[in-house]
């Protein structure tokens, strides 16, 4: 069965400074991976994927993750964190092959951006 | 990406009662999905719902409970059917767009349900 792990409920890091929200997986093939944010009283939205080639993956609002094999991680990256980064951020987690497999999604991190 | 919305965005609703969610897409999608995200927790599926076919129901969840339609490419719906305070929760719609496995799941913007 495949799991994802975000091991921090919270994370707090200071406006201007670089932020990490780790991710870890487990997977019995190829995994593919995907991080999302919800803002208060909103949706979910997509900010990036892994799917296969190179290890950085670039999204949306500057973010960017890094997906290690070895370590079976997925950690969110930003150089420079904004007060309007805060939100919840949910790592997920499919097998890619056979065809569509269900997401499964991690408990979520709460990030909190300080001014 | 794709739009979706979602009808209504929130209610509040007395125990027995049932709520119908509706879920429309700006674009033609094969596989559709319904999920429940408690208050603080995670994403949890409660069933996928492809044109054509009866839903699929993930464990925990039936289909008397929790009816879904889809009758095109475009639109779906969720009943939450004779509801109690524990049914009190956001529900998502997510299409999933793309081809050739490189496909992701997109998100409405959810309907929050407090039932009394």
């Known amino acids: 069965a495949q799991s994802v792990a975000q091991p921090e409920d919270q994370v707090n890091v200071a406006e201007g400074n670089p932020l990490t929200v780790k991710c870890t997986y487990s997977v019995s093939g190829n995994p593919y991976l995907f991080w999302y944010v919800q803002y208060p009283n909103r949706g979910l939205q997509f900010l990036l994927k892994y799917i296969t080639g190179d290890n950085l993956v670039k999204g949306s609002y500057g973010f960017e993750a890094e997906f290690n094999k070895s370590q079976t991680s997925f950690h969110l990256k930003k150089p420079s964190a904004l007060v309007s980064d805060s939100a919840l951020y949910y790592c997920?987690?499919?097998?890619?092959?056979?065809?569509?497999?269900?997401?499964?999604f991690g408990i979520g991190t709460k990030l909190q951006v300080i001014p | 990406s794709a739009v979706i919305s979602q009808k209504p965005s929130r209610d509040i609703c007395q125990r027995g009662t049932s709520l119908t969610i509706q879920c429309q897409v700006d674009s033609q999608v094969t596989m559709m999905f319904w999920y429940r995200q408690q208050p603080g927790q995670s994403l949890t599926l409660i069933a996928t719902?492809?044109?054509?076919?009866?839903?699929?129901?993930e464990s925990g969840f039936v289909i008397d409970k929790f009816p879904i339609s889809r009758p095109n490419l475009t639109f779906s719906t969720l009943t939450v059917s004779n509801m109690s305070p524990e049914d009190s929760s956001i529900y998502l719609c997510?299409?999933?767009?793309?081809?050739?496995?490189?496909?992701?799941?997109?998100f409405g913007p959810g309907t929050r349900l407090t039932v009394l």
């Open positions: 997510s299409v999933l767009l793309g081809t050739g496995g490189a496909d992701t799941q997109y």
């Open positions: 997920a987690v499919r097998e890619g092959s056979g065809g569509y497999q269900k997401v499964t």
């Open positions: 719902a492809n044109q054509g076919s009866e839903a699929t129901y």
